[in-house]
Every structure is written in structure tokens, then in C-alpha cells.
């Protein structure tokens, strides 16, 4: 994978991808719980009320039969749908339609389960109820905090569980599930009681009288919070009597509903027997309903047999008996199962909330990645062929390149990188093809410039001594003129070598560069004249104070003497050859100034080449090496200086050599 760029690139996609499904799956979560947990915050209220109400009418039927109409009256009002399940998963009701009906799947998880006989085993109360609604009206009002706990199950304000130290004593409602026209009669029972009560008391707070006999006294205390006080009892009214109570309330409204006289003898029994059997001592008290409770002997203080008071001890008094414990649970489970509904699952709100590592949410996931996965798939495809395919034409041009097909060019398009990169390898392959051709002219012009003397030599020699050139001093003249010339190629071919490897030696001291270029011009004089070129060196416009240079003068001669070679040589008869000299602030200009054929603008810019020669033909009188400009431009530069040619064609040229001025410093 490595050596492939596409399968890199398709699996960095791949994995791009994959991050960002997980990340935004993560996010999309976190920010839905987030926002969704003020929803929760407010449905929650609406769930507990689904609970308890349900959980009535588990307690008040022996089945979920006829549930379907309180199911939608409860979604109606909660404005949210409602499901009850068997513990199997079987559908009994549901406010959104039947199963099979085209209803939406319930959500994996149930709200709650209603189980009345576990959730009354396990003391399930609330101290805020409405106490009209037990009573069979319409009104809401609350009992406050501090009055006695209200079972959801039963529906009434008598307690039916009592616990003494850590052992439930159970005990059953007088009003639970009592018939309709029995709750009829026993309203109007009550608002005639809480009349009479109010005018016994003579008091304006409102008095309270349940379906069960309880009565209440609730009156404002005048406190700045505007707080309202709650008597348990219209005898802890100041001003109130027993009397009071037994003139206004009836007797009627303590008696017991038939179902609850009949839980209440079988929760006994059961009890009873349970006990017997395992012989804990127990004491079966009534209390002022008529109705019994079951209280192992340690909680009575030792009393015996039926009482008609509750001597039941204070909670924490005693220490629970497992065994009676286990009675009494076991009793209340098998005297309640045959008066309560089955267990069932409660579903509220909608469809599940979408997780998406969960459930349909997981299938969901995996069904959007790999759509996610697919496009990116065929994407980075498609866009990797794209962008291999510049890559893969430039590795074939190298490859080509390697082989020796220099003039191999990549065609490519747009602006991008790789485009960039095809047109840098085509620069250099312009470049490599140039320098090609060039190495091969060089090896032609070498080979020309060795072989013309070479030759000479050999023919004269070779006359020479078959007799028919006699060997006299202008022989021998023209044989020194020959070795001369080889003698200057492989000089410049050896300077060359050592100016690419960086390994010229320089001896650089202080010297006049008027006096250097008196020198050269000399050297040049004889040249010049029998070509007819009027060759001359220029002063200075100064005080004729030397032009001092730290340099090489042996070099700076061969680069002088290159430049004046080459104007006398491209000046035609009766054209001038003028070498200046000047300062031009910190720096000392050798200037060769000639009127010749100049040189064509398209050639200026190569014209430093090594082998590089404006004039193409291989002639003895203005043909080259090529190599003479090329070593200049090394001489001037590896001693800090710089050359600069300007030409006209037909008009002359001028090559410029700057070298910085040395001022030595005088000793007081």
C-alpha cells in the first residue's frame, strides 16, 4: 500500500469517513440527550400519572379486559400515547391502534411495569392525591406533607401498609373498589357531614370529610407565606369534641365495602394460618373501620387475641421476624392475585428515541455509513484515477527519460500541483534535451578543434620527412602555431574541469587594473593590427591614481585577454577595440567596448554557456571553442566580481567586468 499514492489516498478517505460517521453519531447524541432532557424533565410528571392511574385500575379489576377506554381517555388527556403489553410482550391496549393495524412499533424499552401485588408489597405511596376524586367528584384539592399516606393502589387516604420496626403490617381499605351507587350515597353522606361539622365548629376553614370516614379540618394560618395548616383530625381542632364528631358523621361511612371485607378476611386467613403453621405468636387487631390487621405478638407488647384498639408500637420499636416477614408477604401476594390484575408493561411517549448504536437506531447507522462509505468510495475513485493519472504520465516520461528519449514531454492541464509539477518536468526535460545536444556539439567541436592541428601537424610532418616539404623556420613557425592552438583547447578544457569542481587556484594580491589592461592590450597589439582593428586602452578621467584590485593578475589576464580576443576577432577592418578602466564607487569597471557585428538578442542570454557559440560554423578565422566565455564568467566570479554584456547586432558590444576596489590601509 505504501507504493501505491490511489490506495493510499481511497484508504485515507475511507478512514475520514468513517471518523466523521462515528463523531457525528456521538455528537448528534450528546446533543439530542441534551436537548431532549427538558422533554424528559416535563413528560415525567405525565408518566408518574400514567403509573398511578393504571395502577388504580389494576387494584380496583381482577383483569385488563376492559382497559381500552381508559387508555384512550389517558392518552387524551396526557396528550401522549399509551401501551399496556402481557409480561410476554402481547399488546392489551394501545392509544395509537391495534397491532397489525398499521400502529407504530412500541419502543424497546417499557416505561414501567404495574404489578399491583409487588407494588403494594413494596409500599407504594404518594402524600399527594386528589381527595375529591376518592370521593367520586369532580374538584381536585392536595393533601399537604404531614398527613397520612395515601396508597395509589387502594385509592384511599386509610393506610393500608404500617410498618413496625422493619415488618409490614398490612391492612386493606375500607372503600377499595366499592360500587358505584354505594360512592354516590356516601358523597351526599359526606357533604352532609362536612355541613353539619361546619356549623358545629362555627368556623369558616374548610372541613373535609373522605368516603372513608376521615375528616380533615384545613384552615389558613395568616402567615406572611400565606401557608395553610392541616388537622389529621377535627379533634385536634381547638373547640372541637368527640361529640361533635358522632352527631355529625355517620356510622355508615365507616363500614367497609363488601370487596374490601372480603380481601380483608382472606389477607387474615392467609396470615393466620401461615403464622400458626410456623408458630409465631400473632395478635389480629381492628381497628375503627372494623377491619383486621394481622401483628406478630413482639410489635403488640405481648397482647393476645383481637383488641379493638391498634396497640401497635412506633416504628424502629422492634426488630422484624423473618419468618413473619415472609408470612405476611406471601398472604398479601396470594390474597391480592385473585383481586388485581396480571402484571403488565407500561409503554409511553412515541417510537424509541433514535440511538444510533442501538437497536433499529444501529441498523440505521450501519445502512448511512455504508451509503456514507459508498460515495466516498467512489468519489476518492474517481477522483484519484483523476488525479494519478498526471502522475502516472510523468513517471512514464521519466521512465522514458531514463531510456535516453529526451525530447519526452508530459501534456497536462489546469493550474493545480500536479500540473505544476508536469510543467517543471518539462522545463527540465527541455533543459536536459538542451544540454544533450549541447554535450554532443562540444564532443563534435572537441573532437574538430583537436583533429584540424592534429592533422596539420601529422601532414607536414609527414612531408617533412618524405622530402617533399623541406623542414625550414616557416614550417617549423606554422607547426608552433598548430601546437599552440591545441595547447589553448586543452588549457580552457582543463580550466573548465576545475572551475565546475570548484578547484581553480587563485594568487590574489594588490595590483593596478590600468596596468593589467596595458598588459593584455600589448599582448593584442600585433593581432589587431594585421586584422586592421584599432585596438586602445582608455585612462581613467581621475587624477591618474591607480585602479587598485585584490585579484588574481594571471587570471584577470586570461579573462581580459578572452574578451579582447574575441573583439578583435569579431571587429571587421578599420573598426576600433577601446578597453576602459574606472571606479564606480566601491568597485573598479573593466569595460571592452567594440564597434564589430554585434550579437543577436536571442543568443545574449546563453551566450555564458559552455560550447555555446553565436556563429555555428567551425571557421579558423571566427569560429570557437565555445569554451572562452564560459571559464571569463568562472574567473570573474570566483573573485568576487561579475561580467554583464550589452550588443547590438551591427552596431558593436560592450562586455562589462566589475571587481570590488581594495583600499589598503596606510600605517600613520
Known sequence: MRRSLFLRLLGLSLAVAVFAIGATAWLTTRETSERFRGEFERTLEADTFLYLQLAS???????????????????????RRVALTTM?????????????????????APTAEIDAVAAGDSGLSATSVAIDELQGTEMESTVPAGGELMSPLLGTASTSIVAVGAAPIYDVSPTWRMSDAELERRKRLTQDAEECLQKALGTDDDVVVSIGGEVFSVHTSGDSDGTADVFQSVEDVPGASGDVLDRCVPEVLYEPSEPAQELNDDLVRRTSECLDEAGVPYSVVRN?????????????GGSDGETDGAPVAPPG??????????????????????????????????????????????????????????????????????LTRPIRALTDAARRMGAGEFGTRVHTSGKDEVAQLAGAFNSMAASIEANEAQRRAMISDVAHELRTPLSNVQGYLEAAEDGVVPLDPELVRSLLEESALLRRLIDDLQDLALADAGMLRFDPESRDLVDLARQVVGSHRAGADDAGVALSVDQPDDDGSPVTVWADPERVRQALSNLVGNAVRFTPEGGRVTVSVRREGDAAVLAVDDNG???????????????????????????????????????????GGSIEVESTEGVGSVFTITLPLHNPVVAD
Open 288 to 300: 375503627g373501620n372494623g377491619m383486621k390487621v394481622v401483628v406478630p405478638e413482639a410489635t403488640t
Open 57 to 79: 385500575y389494576a387494584s380496583a379489576h381482577d383483569s385488563w379486559d376492559d382497559v381500552e377506554q381508559t387508555v384512550a381517555e389517558l392518552a387524551e388527556r396526557t396528550g
Open 317 to 386: 420499636a422492634v426488630d422484624a421476624d423473618p419468618v413473619a416477614m415472609e408470612c405476611m408477604n406471601t398472604a398479601w401476594e396470594e390474597a391480592m392475585g385473585a383481586f388485581v390484575a396480571e402484571p403488565a408493561l407500561l409503554y409511553t411517549g412515541g417510537e424509541e428515541r433514535f440511538n444510533p448504536f442501538v437497536g433499529d437506531g444501529l441498523g440505521r447507522t450501519l445502512v448511512a455509513g455504508g451509503a456514507v462509505l459508498a460515495v466516498v468510495t467512489g468519489v476518492t475513485v474517481f477522483g484519484g484515477r483523476r
Open 88 to 108: 410476554d410482550g402481547d399488546v392489551v391496549a394501545d392509544s395509537a391502534g391495534a397491532a397489525g393495524d398499521g400502529a407504530p412499533p412500541l419502543p424497546s
Open 597 to 639: 557585428t554585434g550579437i543577436p538578442a536571442e543568443h545574449l542570454p546563453r551566450l555564458f554557456d559552455r560550447f555555446y557559440r553565436v556563429e555555428g560554423s567551425r571557421s579558423r578565422e571566427t569560429g570557437g571553442s565555445g569554451l572562452g566565455l564560459a571559464i571569463t564568467k568562472h574567473l570573474v566570479e570566483a573573485q
